[in-house]
C-alpha cells in the first residue's frame, strides 16, 4: 500500500483562486517532499520540508507538516494556468536512508 | 533535465523478451534509482544505487535487475518481459540521498505486447 494518499484526486479552480492539496502517510517521516509533473515529462522538486520544521514558503508555495497527525498541505497561491499539472508529495521514512516513497498524486487543473 | 538522459525514450517490445534501460547522468551523483509509474500507483521504486556496484532493492523489483558499472550509469533490465511491466520508467539522481531532492529524467515509455 501507498505510503503517501493525496487528496482530493483532482482539483479544477480558476486562475487566481488558491489551490490546497493535502498528503497523509502512515509511518514516521525524515522528511517530506513536494514535486510536480507536467503531462509526459519528468518529476520537478518544489519543496523539502524535515520532520523537525512545520511550516516552509517558496514563492507562492505554502506547505505544512504536522507530524502528530501525519499529515502535509501545499496551499499554491493565485494559481496560474501554468500550474496545471498533477502535484506529489513524497516521504523519507525513519531508518530508510535515501529511499522516497512517493504518493499517487493530486491531478490540478487551472482555468482562465 | 538536470543532466539525467533517459533512452530509450519510447520502446516496443514483445512478451519473453529481455529489454535494458539505461539512465546517464553527467552530476556525478552518487544515488540514482529507477521508478516505474502506473496510473493509481503513483511512482513506485524498483532498485536504487548507492554507488559503483552498489545497488539495493526498492518496492516492487521482481522481474527487474540492475547494473552499475560506472558512476554515470545506471541500468534496468527486465529479464523476460511481461504485459504487467508495461509502464512509464523514469530514472532519477541526487547527491547524499538524505534530505536532498531528486532530480528525474524525462522518462521511457515502455510497451510489452
Known amino acids: 500500500s501507498q505510503q503517501g494518499e493525496e487528496d482530493p484526486q483532482a482539483l479544477s479552480i480558476q486562475e487566481g483562486e488558491n489551490a490546497t492539496m493535502n498528503c497523509s502517510y502512515k509511518t514516521s517521516i525524515n522528511n517530506l517532499q513536494w514535486y510536480r509533473q507536467n503531462s509526459g515529462r519528468g518529476l520537478v522538486h518544489l519543496i523539502l520540508?524535515?520532520?523537525?520544521?512545520r511550516e516552509k514558503h517558496s514563492g507562492r508555495l505554502r506547505v505544512t507538516l504536522d507530524t502528530s497527525k501525519k499529515s502535509s498541505s501545499l496551499l499554491i497561491t493565485a494559481s496560474r494556468a501554468a500550474d496545471t499539472a498533477s502535484y506529489f508529495c513524497?516521504?523519507?521514512?525513519?531508518?530508510?536512508?535515501?529511499?522516497?516513497?512517493f504518493g499517487t498524486g493530486t491531478r490540478l487543473q487551472v482555468t482562465l | 533535465d538536470a543532466g539525467i538522459t533517459q533512452s530509450p525514450r519510447h520502446k516496443v517490445t514483445e512478451t519473453g523478451t529481455p529489454v535494458t534501460l539505461r539512465c546517464h547522468q553527467t552530476e556525478n551523483h552518487r544515488y540514482m534509482y529507477w521508478y516505474r509509474q502506473d496510473p493509481g500507483h503513483g511512482l513506485r521504486l524498483i532498485h536504487y544505487?548507492?554507488?559503483?556496484?552498489?545497488?539495493d532493492k526498492g518496492e516492487v523489483s521482481d522481474g527487474y535487475s540492475v547494473s552499475r558499472s560506472k558512476t554515470e550509469d545506471f541500468l534496468l533490465t527486465l529479464e523476460s518481459a511481461t504485459s504487467s511491466q508495461t509502464s512509464v520508467y523514469f530514472c532519477?539522481?541526487?547527491?547524499?540521498?538524505?534530505?536532498?531532492?531528486?532530480?528525474f529524467g524525462s522518462g521511457t515509455q515502455l510497451s510489452v505486447l
Open positions: 513524497a516521504t523519507l521514512l525513519t531508518g530508510t536512508a535515501s529511499k522516497l516513497t
Open positions: 520540508i524535515r520532520s523537525n520544521e
Open positions: 532519477a539522481i541526487s547527491g547524499t540521498g538524505t534530505n536532498e531532492k531528486l532530480f
Open positions: 544505487s548507492y554507488g559503483v556496484k552498489d545497488t
